[in-house]
């Protein structure tokens, strides 16, 4: 085929003409990005600033009617309706106090400022507490909750985060209890592996979860099913802070799950290598060996 | 948390971040994260973040993990405890290439370096030392009063935060 230079320089020029555009577009549309999260940033700092500020305004008047609907209720002793009310009240404060702790836990986390640290608790304990905790709300759906502990590990220390993995399985037990079918079962249990780590896992056998949405739901603010008819509570935080906080622990989560099945989360959380009061990091967490340190 | 009298061992995990307004010797283990060491060299305070990815992509929670949201809240940080931006010098650390391929997108390390140098211009902050790439880990030890970092270098390509 024979082209002539003319040609052959117009077909060049048009070319050249469409990288240049292609390049300015890409320009403008990378310095709109730039801008975006310019403005991302800014109104998350504002947000993160607030959180911190009323932290403590909430909190006291928070934990006053806490206790206050606990004296109530001994105070009202053997009237009924006292009693009733006062359960009431408690039971709700308990709920806004579990809804502030996971609001509060993400401002701490996306301040860089939650550390982990790691006492030796009677891990047992700590979960069967946790559990009762949710009998009540259970009990609204009717709900059974069961916990199963193997027998040997009964009575075992494992180092851990208490609160940290508090607020963890708080939001799995609340997710599972939420996503559950009315008179439902939903399964808490533990072990300790050979390696020291710790496994944690709730099944609930409720509406699951659909595979395309299984990377999903750990983002902030997901809810699956959104708009005003949506059937659940929550505000999509829960899920989204218990990643980032078993990340923290250096721990991993995964989910077993399908539609109508439902889904059943396991947490595996390693011992820690760090005890407030000591300062056996140092020794211990030393993950590589070292060089003589020199001065930067 | 305060420092106080003793000189307080502060181990920054990584995706936190650490400053205080007394003396306190921060310590953090890094592979193709990358860590930040600002300080006042006229306050005579100092702070540090640790990232291990470059940008927040809108998912999850906004934690300082990722590189431009640690940069932003190590400076507020440090202004919130009394420092001048304009007193302020950097150190940076890190970035190693761990995952022994040359692969760009899995290059985190230099992806994390070239953020934190970007980042420290965009402030306006000097960077006064630096010891970054590589193949190999890193344990940095940081006086926040004297400013002083020491830098233990991994004997061996290492994985890790």
């Given amino acids: 085929m024979n082209i002539t230079d003319e040609k052959l320089i117009e077909e060049l020029s048009n070319r050249f003409a469409q990288s240049r555009k292609a390049f300015s577009d890409l320009s403008v549309v990378n310095g709109k990005l730039l801008e975006m999260n310019e403005r991302l940033e800014r109104s998350e700092a504002l947000k993160s600033n607030f959180l911190s500020n009323i932290r403590n305004e909430i909190n006291n008047p928070l934990n006053a009617i806490i206790g206050l609907a606990g004296q109530l209720a001994i105070v009202g002793e053997g009237n009924k309706e006292i009693t009733f009310l006062s359960s009431l009240i408690g039971a709700e404060a308990n709920h ?83 996503y559950s079918n009315v008179g439902g079962v939903v399964e808490v249990s533990i072990s300790v592996g050979g390696d020291g780590c710790l496994q944690i896992s709730v099944q609930d056998h409720g509406v699951g979860i659909a595979p395309e949405d299984q990377q999903r739901i750990f983002d902030r603010f997901v809810q699956l099913e959104t708009g005003t008819t949506r059937s659940h509570l929550g505000h999509g935080l829960g899920l989204s802070i218990t990643k980032t906080l078993v990340d923290l622990m250096q721990g991993s989560i995964k989910l077993d799950s ?10 595996i959380l390693p011992p820690c290598s760090i005890l407030e009061d000591e300062d056996s990091f140092s020794e211990a967490g030393n993950l590589f060996l070292f060089d003589n340190m020199s001065e930067a | 948390m305060g420092c106080g009298e003793r000189i307080i061992k502060h181990f920054l995990f990584p995706g936190t971040i650490f400053a205080d307004p007394f003396e306190c010797q921060i310590s953090t283990v890094l592979g193709s994260c990358v860590a930040v060491c600002l300080w006042d060299h006229v306050l005579r305070r100092g702070g540090m973040n640790h990232m291990m990815l470059p940008f927040w992509n809108g998912e999850g929670l906004a934690t300082p993990k990722y590189g431009n949201i640690a940069m932003e809240k190590l400076l507020s940080k440090m202004l919130l405890i009394g420092c001048h931006r304009e007193h302020l010098v950097a150190k940076v650390f890190g970035g190693a290439n761990v995952s022994g391929t040359d692969l760009e997108l899995f290059m985190i390390g230099d992806r994390n370096i070239t953020l934190a140098m970007d980042m420290l211009e965009k402030f306006r902050i000097a960077v006064v030392a630096k010891d970054v790439g590589g193949r190999v880990g890193r344990k940095i030890i940081m006086n926040s009063e004297s400013g002083v970092v020491l830098v233990g270098k991994g004997r061996r390509a290492a994985s890790g935060g």
Avoid: W
């Fill in chain 1, 96 to 178: 806004l106090d579990f809804q502030l702790r996971n609001i509060f836990m993400a401002a701490e986390l996306e301040a860089g400022e939650a550390n982990p640290r790691c006492v030796k608790v009677h891990i047992a304990t700590s979960l069967r507490d946790l559990v009762d905790s949710f009998r009540h709300t259970a009990a609204k759906k009717n709900v059974s909750l069961q916990l199963i502990l193997p027998e040997y590990e009964d009575g075992a220390l494992a180092a851990i985060d208490v609160e940290k993995f508090q607020i963890i399985i708080s939001n799995l037990l609340s997710n599972a209890i939420e």
């Fill in chain 1, 258 to 267: 399908s539609l109508g099945q439902g889904t059943r989360f396991t947490v």
